[in-house]
């Protein structure tokens, strides 16, 4: 994935916003719907028609605040956005209920049933935290008014994703470091010089590989001429044993 700058404008001031920042939004909106699937399973509240509805508006909510912006920003960079399994099949739901092919029970029941895949998603729950700003999941959102803010600014949401990620110290260590990369109003031109960067990386990563496996492979040659020298002094010594024992056998024995 290419990790070139996106501009867009908020208010009268630009705003930048790298690749990998949305990517890391994205990992931040799948631990929050892992999370809310994870509290609904475990949840006695009484599933009535009433509860479903405002859970599926809280649930519309997320999906406008932390994913379909961002999707969106991917989409005007033409770039295909990066969404970990686990949340593509939410995107899947969400946009299905927009679309009218869901209504408010359906996407309730798409949501609730919804298993996570051993081969897929399964890994969206070791991204839940402990703690989320605008957790309403902890609520009885069925006796309490819809009150979420109607916007988030994008430094918020990065401030949320940089907070997520200081309770996850063993996944940030997983991340790979950010570059950050000359930008400019292109998105075609900025692509190209990600790839020229990526390449240079990768070809210096490459010489280092080979130049630590040149002197790996010397290493070993060494030990392998030094085991080679015990061998023969082994051999030695057991020729110069043998001849011993020949020569003992081949004396006359005294009267």
Request: hydrophobic residues 40%; negative net charge; glycine residues 4%.
């Amino acid at each position: 994935m290419t990790s070139s700058y996106m501009l867009y404008s908020r208010d009268t001031s630009p705003a930048v916003m790298n690749l990998w920042d949305t990517v890391h939004i994205f990992e931040y909106a799948t631990s929050r719907f892992a999370t809310i699937q994870e509290a609904l399973d475990k949840s006695y509240v009484p599933r009535t028609p009433h509860f479903q509805e405002r859970f599926v508006q809280h649930l519309i909510w997320e999906g406008d605040r932390f994913v379909f912006p961002f999707i969106n920003m991917c989409a005007t960079n033409n770039t295909p956005p990066c969404l970990p399994e686990y949340l593509n099949q939410i995107v899947k739901m969400l946009t299905s209920w927009q679309i009218g092919v869901l209504d408010n029970p359906g996407l309730f029941q798409e949501f609730v049933t919804h298993r996570f895949d051993i081969l897929g998603d399964l890994m969206a729950r070791y991204r839940t935290v402990a703690i989320y700003q605008y957790g309403w999941w902890k609520d009885r959102i069925d006796l309490l008014l819809f009150e979420m803010p109607s916007r988030i600014p994008l430094d918020e949401v990065l401030e949320l994703y940089h907070a997520h990620i200081q309770q996850t110290p063993a996944a940030h260590m997983l991340l790979p470091d950010i570059r950050r990369h000359a930008s400019g109003p292109d998105p075609l031109v900025n692509n190209l010089r990600v790839i020229r960067d990526d390449l240079e990386q990768f070809g210096t990563t490459l010489q280092d590989w080979l130049a630590r496996k040149m002197d790996d492979g010397r290493l070993a040659l060494e030990d392998m001429a030094w085991l080679e020298g015990l061998v023969d002094d082994l051999h030695d010594a057991i020729a110069t044993s043998q001849m011993l024992l020949d020569e003992e056998r081949g004396s006359p024995k005294e009267d």
